[in-house]
């Protein structure tokens, strides 16, 4: 083996890895949207991006109820009281959900409640959280953390893979680089490497990864061209009064002009949204 990663690497398996979750399928021929807002605010917010969403044909809902914030000053969300929001909203639309798992103490809670738990890239290398989620037999979205390599990355993934879980979804959302204009920079080589490097599915989040919502769309259309198998995005029915991440967020009527414009793409590449 050429990489300090086994289980994650494309040597050890030949064959892309296909994650199921209820009837939706990461690393198909269909490109997987996950779409929703950045945290859930309240049963109102989350009920009217489900509906605009699923409307617009996305697969599977994304919103926070526990949200690792720079300041402690900051929405911190709503915890457990979003987490049955979340399965409210995800039984009304019929949308499986995926939210963030901040801490091993989390993990049970957060898998009664939704269908894939996400790593963000505050957590890629908690390695006890890593191994926690690796004897869960949920789906894993699995964040790069914001200053990893990919051979870092995939190691993480390692960690999942090794304690148990085989069902890990990778998520490019960008790394920390010298440019201020942008949040992070979206690193679209890492989604043709580590397609190279491992069978695991790779989607990207480009809503984190530039933090402006003008810039959303265009990075959206370039990650399906580059082979990605899903994107992840940020939609609020109010961005200007989002409690958290409003600059980067779509309205649903921008999110419904995205998938028009990615379906396209989509279909160059021999895909479909
Ligand atoms: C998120 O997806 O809500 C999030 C916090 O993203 P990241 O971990 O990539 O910063
Ligand atoms: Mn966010």
Redesign the pocket.
Known sequence: MSHSFKLASRQSKHQNSEIQVGNVVFGGTKIIVIAGP??IESRDQLFEVARSVKLAGVSIL?A?AY??RTSPYAFPGLGIEGLKILKEVSGEFQLPTVT?VLDIHSVEECGQYSDIL?I????MQNVNLLKEVGKSKKPVLL??G?SSTVEEFLLAAEYILSSGNPNVIL?E??IRTFETETRNTLSLSTIPLVKELSHLPIIV?P??ATGRSSLVVPMARASIAAGSDGI?I?VHPDPQSAL??GKQALTPVQFTQLMNECAPIAKAVGRFL
């Open positions: 950045c945290a994304r926070g949200k690792p963030e996400q963000g890239s505050r957590n964040k790069r914001m998520c959302r960008g989040d809503s984190h992840m940020d958290c991440d």
